[in-house]
């Protein structure tokens, strides 16, 4: 009995402290995070142009997806935004960027202090690093509330403008287990399975002025800088998604990212090489909450203008992937496979991702929720070949060590990440 009422209290007060710590440090980090001051930046124009265009970037040859049968020679496109939505594998995505900037020695518009840009303010130029009207900057991509007049002062006009989509349904599923525990009105929700208490009566739980509310509800229209709560009927929605289509060269899906790949290689005039890649920030099987059909059309319908921005983008998908031909895209995504599969023969002790507690280095944890370790990585082979060595390592770290590997201070994230170390203790 002793016993008992001993882990009770140890219990209580771990509790405690916990939450004493937890709610600090939120309104610290609160306090941090909050839109700056903003001072009028003169305004020089960008260059066309930031490629430096060295002999490695040479001209290679290439299938117009047009005119098949003629080919025309193109240098690798090196100017890029990507809109790093979230919950969409765009992590897996940025490890390419990374490698790729780093092959070609490209500029990288970093944010300072942590790993977005001040998310989810609406970004501002001056929110990057080291920043100066007029600097030539190849690629930015990390976590922002995307603001286009202000992202057209920083990059260069030949730039091209890469985003991800995900299915609306899956992607709330994600973002309600990731994010739910830092929006407070979820606290008040009962039940072991929250998600699908929430989904009976999202309405009578949602605070659309609460803290963090975006994180669940058409979270993807919010992070193109539109309004998440507007109704499915309101003409602001159809503009928002005009707004979104017109600025966009390829917007890729994840449930075919192959597939996407293959179609930027095409636009870019990139390289098999650059596409190759391991899933990172996988979650493990039982953290993932079956969406029955009742609820997946339960969540669709609370994230109708997801719905529709994916749909819309779904279809110019298949577009384009019947520009490219259903034949040669088979074979390009087979080779893909192959490749990658032959990458994690090289590279990944066992082969595939393993729990968290099963991790041996420090350096390759990735970044869990608060509460849990339900995001899965990777071990090194001990006895990977000199020639592979480096590549393999870029491909299995995580985004927070690479952004520290590329000389990003990530201060604010380091101590957030200390506080859930705690909280997850």
């Not at 499915?232 to 994840?254: A, C």
């Not at 390289?271 to 909450?289: H, I, Q, W, Y």
Request: glycine share 4%; aromatic share 12%; hydrophobic share 40%.
């Amino acid at each position: 009995m002793a016993v008992k009422e001993g882990k009770h209290w140890r219990s209580m007060f771990k509790g405690l402290i916990l939450g004493t710590l937890l709610t600090s440090c939120m309104i610290l980090l609160y306090s941090l995070s909050i839109q700056q001051i903003y001072f009028n930046l003169p305004e020089i124009p960008v260059p066309y142009s930031c490629a430096h265009r060295p002999s490695h970037l040479h001209p290679k040859a290439t299938t117009n997806t047009s005119q098949k049968n003629s080919s025309q020679p193109c240098s690798p496109k090196v100017d890029i935004m990507f809109m790093k939505t979230h919950k969409t594998a765009s992590s897996t995505f940025l490890n390419i960027l990374f490698r790729f900037g780093e092959k070609q020695h490209l500029q990288f518009a970093f944010p300072d202090s942590r790993n977005d840009f001040f998310y989810p303010s609406l970004f501002q130029r001056s929110q990057v690093k080291d920043y100066k009207p007029g600097m030539c900057f190849n690629i930015i991509c990390n976590h922002m509330r995307f603001n286009a007049p202000e992202v057209a002062k920083l990059l260069p006009l030949d730039t091209s403008y890469i985003t991800i989509l995900r299915d609306p349904a899956e992607l709330f599923e994600s973002s309600f287990h990731y994010f739910g525990r830092l929006v407070p009105f979820t606290w008040k929700i009962s039940g072991d399975d929250k998600l699908a208490e929430f989904l009976l009566d999202p309405h009578g739980y949602f605070d659309p002025k609460g803290f963090n509310s975006f994180y669940l509800k058409n979270l993807l229209f919010f992070d193109f800088g539109q309004d998440n709560t507007l109704e499915l009927e309101d003409p602001r929605v159809d503009e928002g998604i005009r707004y979104i289509s017109e600025r966009f060269h390829l917007v890729m899906l994840v449930e075919h990212f192959e597939e996407s790949l293959i179609l930027l290689k095409d636009a870019l005039c990139w390289e098999m090489d650059d596409l190759l890649f391991f899933k990172l920030n996988a979650r493990k099987g039982s953290t993932v909450s079956k969406l029955t059909p009742k609820l997946r059309a339960r969540a669709l319908e609370w994230n109708a203008i997801d719905w529709k921005l994916y749909q819309h983008f779904n279809k110019t998908f298949w577009q384009k992937v019947d520009a490219y031909g259903r034949q040669r895209m088979a074979k390009d995504v087979s080779e893909l496979r192959r490749r990658n599969k032959e990458m994690a023969s090289i590279c990944i002790e066992g082969g595939s991702a393993v729990e968290a507690s099963s991790i041996q280095e420090t350096d390759m944890q990735p970044w869990q929720p608060i509460g849990e370790k339900s995001i899965m990585g990777y071990n090194l082979k001990k006895n990977v070949d000199k020639a592979h060595r480096k590549l393999c390592r870029k491909m299995l770290m995580p985004e927070i060590q690479y952004l520290t590997e590329l000389g990003v201070n990530l201060w604010i994230t380091k101590l957030w990440g200390h506080v859930r170390g705690i909280i997850n203790w």
